[in-house]
Nanobody, 124 residues
Framework: VQLQASGGGLVQAGGSLRLSCTASGRTSNSDTMAWFRQAPGKEREFVAAIRRNDGITYYADSVKDRFTSSRDIAKNTIYLQMNSLKPEDTAVYYC??????????????????WGQGTQVTVSS
């Protein structure tokens, strides 16, 4: 499975961005895909996850009510709509797929495949 993330950029606080992550190769509709982010000097942290088969989503408390994850099964793509961005949202954002069976979606180690990351910078 290959993941291609895009959509990052520079935005002012309060602005919006939409990230995309397209999967190719041996994808699975029963998979859970997720977004993580990593700021300089910090550990990679969970942002959001979405179940491809039914679209159920999960969010970190820090982004709940501001970020929305969605999917387009036909395009093998997930999205992360980020609104009301804050400077503390600045990070490299990664998409991940193939959650290991029965494991927690909020743990980076539980995902088998990763995209290359896309930089999101929010200026104050």
């Amino acid at each position: 499975v290959q993941l291609q993330a895009s959509g990052g950029g520079l935005v002012q606080a309060g602005g919006s961005l939409r990230l995309s992550c397209t999967a190719s190769g041996r994808t699975s509709n029963s998979d859970t895909m997720a977004w993580f982010r990593q700021a300089p000097g910090k550990e990679r942290e969970f942002v959001a996850a979405i179940r491809r088969n039914d679209g159920i989503t999960y969010y970190a408390d820090s982004v709940k009510d501001r970020f929305t994850s969605s999917r387009d099964i036909a395009k093998n793509t997930i999205y992360l709509q980020m609104n009301s961005l804050k400077p503390e949202d600045t990070a490299v954002y990664y998409c991940a797929s193939r959650l290991l069976g029965g494991s927690a979606y909020c743990k980076a180690d539980n995902f088998a495949y990763w995209g290359q990351g896309t930089q999101v910078t929010v200026s104050s």
